[in-house]
């Protein structure tokens, strides 16, 4: 009995010492931190895109890396250096925009490309940047943190972007088959395909 | 008689040709990259490289404090550290992290104290660097003048440039060409440089930094 009684004597010192060295190794585990991430493939138009048009991007995955409740702002900003030309932010729509995370939370952001009519042909970089929204603080220095991805597309150059060409090739292509029936005829030509 | 019979023998296959000839010259590009109607979208999820950065501060707290109630900002060009270090930890895929300063906006949304001495940034307009006090910070030859400021992030390492409104390499990772490497974390402490004198007269001024994972 006496021997029972030291033992559970010894339970509340036990229980100090493993508290105490929880508490020690708690500040480190339980860092609060903010955090973002983007996914890190390009994002990119599948082909060349043509001067006038829309299109459907793939859409921004978007994760909360932090261990708080987290804002978030999608913006189009070149970071990544490149001989590429600077795609211009106003030709991307951000469908979705100022939003809040939970820790480990994620959303897919949907996104709209308008080639505006006058745009030169070449090759095009930005980044899509997801950043912590700042909250307005009482003082001090805020911290923010953010995530970049490639946002890349080619335009096509104005000879294949411009309809009025196609229309020129299509009725070229017309007038070349009619002059052919036209031979045909005159000739008395009959051509006959027999399989054997 | 056969498709190609048919084709070869009449005029309606001479003008049948011409017409598929017109819509496949006429089609639009656009319809190719299926913004048409009448499909079914499937969405298939596939895992994917997350490029991600983490900012902690010792205190768990979401900024620091610049100088503090009890030994506020003094004029001209107070020297300060801020309250805690941070720690910058970069997420599972390498890359460059990018630092970017902001102003500092009084409490009562006055006249701002703008960054200056960074690289590409507003130049320092106080007095010169006369060798003898504290440098000013990141190189420049002069101390901020009136309404501005200079804020620089540093490791061990020391000597950084000072921040700017734009994104610019993190010091701390210059050694590495300011390449991260997966998982790397770096504490880095914020170092403080005021102006010589504030136009607003408001005792709070809020800045903030923001760090960028960049590919």
């Known amino acids: ?196 | 008689m056969n498709a190609a019979q048919w084709l070869c023998q009449t005029r309606r296959g001479v003008a049948g040709l011409a017409a598929l000839v017109c819509v496949v010259a006429l089609v639009p590009v656009e319809a190719a990259f299926g913004d048409s109607g009448g499909s079914v979208n499937e969405t298939i999820y596939v895992s994917q490289p997350l490029r991600s950065v983490s900012v902690a501060t010792g205190s768990g707290e979401a900024g620091v404090e610049i100088c503090s109630n009890s030994q506020p900002v003094t004029f001209p060009n107070d020297h300060c550290p801020a309250s805690d270090y941070v720690t910058v930890t970069n997420g599972p895929v390498a890359g460059a992290i990018d630092v970017q300063g902001a102003d500092a906006v009084p409490s009562d949304g006055g006249t701002h104290w703008q960054l200056c001495g960074g690289p590409g940034g507003t130049d320092c307009s106080g007095a010169a660097n006369d060798g003898v006090s504290e440098a000013p910070l990141g190189g420049s030859a002069n101390y901020p003048g009136q309404d501005q400021y200079q804020e620089e992030t540093e490791d061990e390492g020391g000597d950084s440039p000072a921040l700017t409104n734009n994104p610019q390499c993190d010091t701390a990772y210059y050694g590495m060409n300011c390449q991260a490497s997966a998982g790397q974390a770096i504490s880095e402490s914020i170092v403080f440089l005021g102006p010589s004198a504030s136009t607003d007269p408001s005792g709070t001024f809020t800045s903030s930094i923001m760090w960028t994972a960049v590919p």
């Open chain 1, 1 to 196: 009995m006496s021997r029972y009684v030291r033992n559970t004597r010894r339970w509340p010192r036990a229980l100090i010492a493993v508290l105490l060295i929880g508490g020690a190794m708690l500040p480190a585990s339980a860092e609060a931190s903010i955090g973002a991430g983007v996914g890190a493939s390009p994002i990119a138009l599948a082909q060349p895109g043509h001067a006038g048009g829309t299109y459907s991007l793939p859409g921004l995955y978007v994760v909360n890396t932090g261990t708080v409740t987290t804002g978030y702002v999608v913006r189009v900003h070149r970071l990544s250096p490149g001989h590429q030309k600077v795609l211009p932010a106003a030709w991307v729509t951000i469908e979705r925009n100022n939003f809040t995370l939970r820790p480990h939370r994620s959303m897919v952001v949907p996104l709209r490309l308008r080639l505006p009519a006058g745009a030169t042909p070449g090759s095009y970089l930005s980044n899509l940047v997801a950043s912590t929204a700042v909250p307005h603080h009482h003082g001090g220095t805020t911290l923010g943190a953010a995530a970049a991805t490639k946002l890349e597309l080619a335009i096509a150059g104005q000879g294949s972007s411009t309809p009025w060409l196609r229309i020129g090739l299509a009725v070229a292509a017309l007038m070349v088959a009619a002059a052919i029936a036209a031979a045909v005829r005159r000739s008395g030509i009959r051509l006959r395909v027999e399989r054997h």
